[in-house]
């Protein structure tokens, strides 16, 4: 079988990137660590060349002739002012670079729609309101359509994913009127599709990499909605917890759901949409209660058909927004065993019912109900508390196919629709 489609995941660290065939299975893999380029992993020259690299080692270790449709996906909120050929116009905005202009941020909010996922200091359009002025800027795009537009030639084009920080309404389908108002020059904005819809042919750049001129370029997504389609799920009720550093849970859902107040916004995925919450629990409270070095002999000793009724809330400090919106509330730890064992059963038991807690939430605010699982994340190798969580969550739990967000990238191609 032969690699029928390409994924590009710009991350936080690198570029990663995976060929698929047409049934869905890894043909081969590639990736470039910005630190190994010695170069300010902000920069787009950066990131272009970490692209080039990784997509030169693909050309020179499998076929790519029968390559037809590529996509990539981009940190959300990133953001890179370009000139009418295309190069950038000063530094780029990057996802966790907080906009310092007050004057901005109350732009933004005096004028855009309460379910806005562009609130705030993280927003995608504040980026363009403190780019789009700089002399001999032609465009304000995001890191994924940049990537894009150097393997098509066309800087024009977004998708509907990395565009909803940015303002795009995903209901009706396009920029709406209030952008203007907060001063935004909506001709300097890309045009939005589909995620998964095709923008035009790989063009020369691209082919010079080692890309078939026959292969389009597709619009991409953002590298959160790339790693849950990684996964595999694809039906509605479906969920996705990462067990990273925080406790993330995404669901695919046949309807929107926007809850500002607890940070859930929802991505559309042609006639899916994928709705999303962030606890402030998970791996970093983990690690500043135990020690590193024994969460493995800690793990031994979990006992999960006899849960410690102690129903702890896990915070590394005050303050939580879902599932429960309240910024003072205090982390629950006491009363805390003198055995040690029981102490972390009970930290991932916590944990467990806040995830189970959140599903509900989500369910609550308009999501269909939760039908499976699978995780992701450090702490999804963890059988024991698989079995914890399981147990709270009542649903079965899948294996994910994958967790790098390039196969979710490609797998975004092999959708219904999306060619």
């Known amino acids: 079988m032969k690699a029928t489609v390409l994924g590009i995941d710009i991350g936080t660290s690198g570029v990663r990137a995976a060929l698929l065939t047409a049934e869905g299975e890894v043909e081969g893999m590639a990736a470039t660590n910005f630190a190994s380029l010695d170069d300010d992993p902000a920069a787009p020259q950066t990131w272009w060349r970490a692209v080039e690299s990784t997509l030169r080692r693909l050309a020179a270790d499998h076929d790519l002739s029968a390559l037809r449709a590529l996509a990539v996906d981009g940190t959300s909120g990133s953001m890179v002012a370009v000139d009418e050929e295309g190069s950038p116009v000063g530094p780029a905005r990057m996802y966790n670079e907080p906009c310092d202009d007050d004057s901005i941020i109350e732009r933004v909010a005096a004028h855009a729609s309460p379910e806005s996922a562009a609130l705030g200091r993280t927003s995608g359009l504040a980026r363009v309101l403190l780019m789009q002025d700089r002399p001999g800027v032609r465009r304000c795009l995001h890191q994924a359509d940049w990537i894009a537009g150097r393997l098509s030639g066309r800087f024009d084009r977004s998708d509907e994913n990395n565009a909803l920080k940015t303002g795009y309404d995903p209901i009706a389908r396009r920029w709406p009127d209030w952008i203007a108002a907060t001063g935004a020059d ?3 904005l890309p045009r939005v599709l589909e995620p998964g819809a095709a923008i035009a042919p790989v063009g020369a750049t691209g082919q010079a990499l080692g ?3 026959a292969a389009a370029v597709h619009a991409g997504t953002t590298d959160g909605c790339a790693s849950f389609l990684a996964t595999g799920a694809s039906h509605i009720g479906e969920g996705v917890t990462a067990l990273g550093s925080t406790l993330v849970l995404k669901l695919l859902s046949d309807r929107p759901v926007f809850a500002p107040a607890y940070g859930i916004y929802s991505h559309r995925l042609g006639e899916q949409w994928l709705v999303g919450g962030a606890s402030n629990t998970g791996g970093k409270v983990i690690e500043g209660l135990f020690p590193r070095e024994k969460l493995a002999e800690l793990t031994e000793k979990l ?13 590394s400090r005050p303050g939580e927004r879902f599932p429960i919106n309240d910024p003072a509330l205090e982390p629950c730890l006491a009363p805390r065993p003198d055995d040690e064992g029981r102490f972390f059963q009970a930290v991932l038991e916590g944990i ?3 995830e189970a807690l959140a599903y509900r939430r ?4 308009g999501a269909p109900a939760l039908a499976s699982v699978r995780s992701v994340g450090g702490g999804a190798a963890n059988q024991a508390w698989a079995r914890i969580r399981q147990s709270l969550l009542g649903v079965p739990f899948e294996p994910a196919l994958s967790q790098e967000a390039c196969v979710g990238a490609a797998r975004l191609l092999l959708r219904p629709k999306a060619a």
């Open 211 to 213: 890309l078939p001129g």
């Open 362 to 365: 989500l369910t609550e605010l």
């Open 186 to 188: 909506i001709a300097k």
């Open 303 to 315: 006992h999960p058909d006899e849960p410690t009724s102690l129903h702890f809330y896990p915070l």
């Open 352 to 354: 467990a019912e806040i």
